[in-house]
Nanobody
Framework: QVQLVESGGGLVQPGGSLRLSCVASGIIFTAYNFRWYRQAPGAQRELVASIAPGGSTEYADSVKGRFTISRDNAKNTVYLQMDSLKPEDTAVYFC???????????WGQGTKDTVSS
């Protein structure tokens, strides 16, 4: 059974930082791409960042230069380091991976981040 468990959300002031973690189980971690999505209240879920098995990364324009996605294959963990946070970064953040053969997406339960003074 595939499980993704996020942690690290919370309340932070504008300009602050948070680091999210996503621990994966039930898959061969090194074979999968991982993505972080977020969903703000009343908005659609949007892709924030992705990381390939080899470590190449992509980011949404809104977070480039502020967020960093990384992975630790020894710990089956994906991270999202979020710096210079803005109120518009407030959202529930979800970890995602996809089995392309089964065409199935796997999601974590989400972790809520609030950026407010």
């Amino acid at each position: 059974q595939v499980q993704l468990v996020e942690s690290g959300g919370g309340l932070v002031q504008p300009g602050g930082s948070l680091r999210l973690s996503c621990v994966a189980s039930g898959i061969i971690f090194t074979a999968y791409n991982f993505r972080w999505y977020r969903q703000a209240p009343g908005a659609q879920r949007e892709l924030v960042a992705s990381i390939a098995p080899g470590g190449s990364t992509e980011y949404a324009d809104s977070v480039k230069g502020r967020f960093t996605i990384s992975r630790d294959n020894a710990k089956n963990t994906v991270y999202l380091q979020m710096d210079s946070l803005k109120p518009e970064d407030t959202a529930v953040y979800f970890c995602n991976t996809r089995n392309d053969i089964l065409r199935r997406d796997y999601w974590g339960q989400g972790t809520k981040d609030t950026v407010s003074s």
